[in-house]
């Protein structure tokens, strides 16, 4: 059973450019929800998806973004990127919406220069 | 917003000492999960507490989870080298989950 696949793994943008981060849940999972990842604040909730409706966003600007597919695939989106944008990004997806387990992709590390 | 703390930050052991973190609210938590996060590597599930005073056992780990619900602590007996990495409790409220700050464990052979 594949696991939480992300795409890419690894990005380096420049200030002011977007990028787009792609996760694929567990076949059979339809949340997915996304962490940024820093080592000064550690990993903070961005937003939480289910059946492509947007359930929880966290504190963070309008420039982070997401959206779910019907086949459950999830994107985010940041937009006119900061240096503070660089962070690991990890996807987490869970059977159901609220589920009490998360499994977590190897994430995507964006350094933005 | 929800706050879970966890102590210490880091902490370097000698292989075969025990080692502890602890997490911390100041609200009542619903449940409380333990990750594992290698070096590298992304959040892996260990275990969820959801009962008062609730311990559970993973081999050489030991979970609790406080009679009041707002603190829980997890033990490694007789560390191995393998145990490296960092340790997050994290609280699901509603449908959101609150991580804490982490104890990033480095095991001295």
């Known amino acids: 059973k594949a696991g939480v696949t992300q ?8 200030r002011g450019q977007q990028v787009t981060l792609s996760c694929s849940p567990i076949s059979g999972h339809r949340s997915v929800s996304w962490y940024q990842q820093t080592p000064g604040q550690g990993l ?17 600007p309008g420039r982070f973004s997401g959206r ?5 695939r999830s994107e985010m989106n940041v937009s006119t990127l900061e240096l503070g944008d660089s962070a690991l990004y990890l996807c987490a997806s869970s059977r159901t919406a609220g589920a009490n387990v998360l499994t977590f992709g190897a994430g995507s590390r964006l350094t933005v220069l | 917003g929800q ?4 102590i210490p930050q880091y902490q370097h052991v000698q292989e075969g000492e025990d080692f502890t973190t602890y997490c911390n609210s100041s609200t009542t938590l619903s449940n409380i999960q333990w990750y594992k996060q290698r070096p590298g590597g992304h959040p892996v599930f260990l275990i969820q507490l959801v009962k008062s005073g609730e311990v559970k056992k993973q081999k050489r780990l030991t979970f609790q989870f406080g009679e009041a619900k ?15 990495g960092t340790y997050f409790c994290a609280d699901q409220t509603g449908n959101q989950f609150y991580f804490g700050t982490g104890t990033s464990l480095t095991v001295i052979p």
């Open chain 1, 7 to 14: 795409t890419p793994r690894y990005l380096i943008k420049t």
């Open chain 1, 44 to 60: 903070q909730f961005l937003f939480e998806y289910f059946s492509e409706t947007q359930r929880n966003k966290g504190n963070f």
């Open chain 1, 68 to 72: 779910q597919f019907s086949n459950s």
């Open chain 2, 3 to 6: 706050q879970v703390m966890q």
């Open chain 2, 70 to 84: 707002k603190n829980s602590s997890l033990h490694i007996t007789a560390t191995q080298t393998t145990d490296v």
